[in-house]
Structures are given as structure tokens and as C-alpha cells.
T-cell receptor
Framework: AQKVTQAQTEISVVEKEDVTLDCVYETRDTTYYLFWYKQPPSGELVFLIRRNSFDEQNEISGRYSWNFQKSTSSFNFTITASQVVDSAVYFCALSELTGANNLFFGTGTRLTVIP | DAGVIQSPRHEVTEMGQEVTLRCKPISGHDYLFWYRQTMMRGLELLIYFNNNVPIDDSGMPEDRFSAKMPNASFSTLKIQPSEPRDSAVYFC?????????????FGPGTRLTVL
């Protein structure tokens, strides 16, 4: 069965610090997709990144970077030089190509960036 | 390009009343999803449609919940009769074919409070 674990419930950092949000997943499928979404205090869900299981290249987008390691079933998210606007709940999610086409979400990590 | 549109944004109702939530997916998207977010259960899929046909409704909590998609640009989620435990944020999302490079795009959500 599929499962997404975000062990960090809440993290607080001081502005300009780097922070890594952990995500560990379980799936029996060989083809799957991993996602990160951001949910700011306003409540909407904002798509950040989508990764397929065949692409283990790390990705960088501005201050955001993602590290995908199939060997450890992890898809971690790092924010460099954090800013107050990064304060939000971040969700990691898994989608399997076979079976139901839906997102299985982790429980989220609440990040608070202190000015 | 308009994103996923949901209405109403907020709904307060009394126990026993019928509640109808509405969603307009992104034009051209073949898949539509309804999710519910609560503190206790996090984000969970209720039902999803492909080309207006319900594919998986195993997440629908009970018979009080029903969803329809009469055409490609409109879906409803109805709760009748509503109960206080139905209080949650309900998200609608849409996407193209999952085998494509697209992802699920979420609407702003409807915050439902049942008194």
C-alpha cells in the first residue's frame, strides 16, 4: 500500500537559515510521481514540484531544491536562506500511475520562519 | 488562464441542512478530484472523475455524500443531511492525463462549518 511520511510536524527557523523538510514514501509501483505542495496561511494549495520515479536528478529552483533518492525512498525539500514568506504548511504527496490516479498526501510540515 | 474555481468559499450551515459545493475545473482537464482536509485526517481523496465519469468513490465517507459531474466544466459535491463532523475544507482539483507531465491544480477550497 502507498504511504507518505513527513515525520517533522513543525519546524521553526530564524530568517536566512536553511531548512530541510523530510519526506519518505512507500509504494509497490515502479512508476510513480512525487510532489510537493505549499499551503500558506491563506489556505490554498500551491503546486511546487512534480518528479517521476525515473528521474533522480536533483532539482533547484531559486532558493528551493529537491533531493530524490530512490535507494532510501526519500524526496526531501530544502529552502535556502529562508524568508518569512516561506512560512506555511508543506505537503509531500505520491501518485501511482497504476490503480487510482489520486494524490496520497503526507500529514504536512508546518514551517515557521521567524524574522 | 483561470484556475480551478470553487464556490462558495465559505459556508456555514446548521446540522441537518443540505449543502452543495461547486467546482469548475480548468478548461481541457479530463480529471477532476474532490478532497477533504481536516485536522484529524489531513488531506484525503473523496472521489475523482475522468471524462465526467466517477472512477473511484471509495473515499466518500457515507451515503450522505454524493458527487456529480454533469459536464466537463462543472461538478458538485452534496452533503445531505450535514453533520458537525463534516466541518472541513473541501478542495477541488483538476488535471490532464496523469501520464502527461501535468499535475493536479487545486482550487481555493470551500471552508464548511456545520453547527
Amino acid at each position: 500500500a502507498q504511504k507518505v511520511t513527513q515525520a517533522q510536524t513543525e519546524i521553526s527557523v530564524v530568517e536566512k537559515e536553511d531548512v530541510t523538510l523530510d519526506c519518505v514514501y512507500e509504494t509497490r509501483d515502479t512508476t510513480y510521481y512525487l510532489f510537493w505542495y505549499k499551503q500558506p496561511p491563506s489556505g490554498e494549495l500551491v503546486f511546487l514540484i512534480r518528479r517521476n520515479s525515473f528521474d533522480e536528478q536533483n532539482e533547484i529552483s531559486g532558493r528551493y531544491s529537491w533531493n530524490f533518492q530512490k535507494s532510501t525512498s526519500s524526496f526531501n525539500f530544502t529552502i535556502t536562506a529562508s524568508q518569512v514568506v516561506d512560512s506555511a504548511v508543506y505537503f509531500c504527496a505520491l501518485s501511482e500511475l497504476t490503480g487510482a490516479n489520486n494524490l496520497f498526501f503526507g500529514t504536512g510540515t508546518r514551517l515557521t520562519v521567524i524574522p | 488562464d483561470a484556475g480551478v474555481i470553487q464556490s462558495p468559499r465559505h459556508e456555514v450551515t446548521e446540522m441537518g441542512q443540505e449543502v452543495t459545493l461547486r467546482c469548475k475545473p480548468i478548461s481541457g482537464h479530463d480529471y477532476l478530484f474532490w478532497y477533504r482536509q481536516t485536522m484529524m485526517r489531513g488531506l484525503e481523496l473523496l472521489i475523482y472523475f475522468n471524462n465526467n465519469v466517477p472512477i473511484d468513490d471509495s473515499g466518500m465517507p457515507e451515503d450522505r455524500f454524493s458527487a456529480k459531474m454533469p459536464n466537463a466544466s462543472f461538478s458538485t459535491l452534496k452533503i445531505q443531511p450535514s453533520e458537525p463532523r463534516d466541518s472541513a475544507v473541501y478542495f477541488c482539483a483538476s488535471s490532464l492525463d496523469p501520464a502527461s507531465t501535468d499535475t493536479q491544480y487545486f482550487g481555493p477550497g470551500t471552508r464548511l462549518t456545520v453547527l
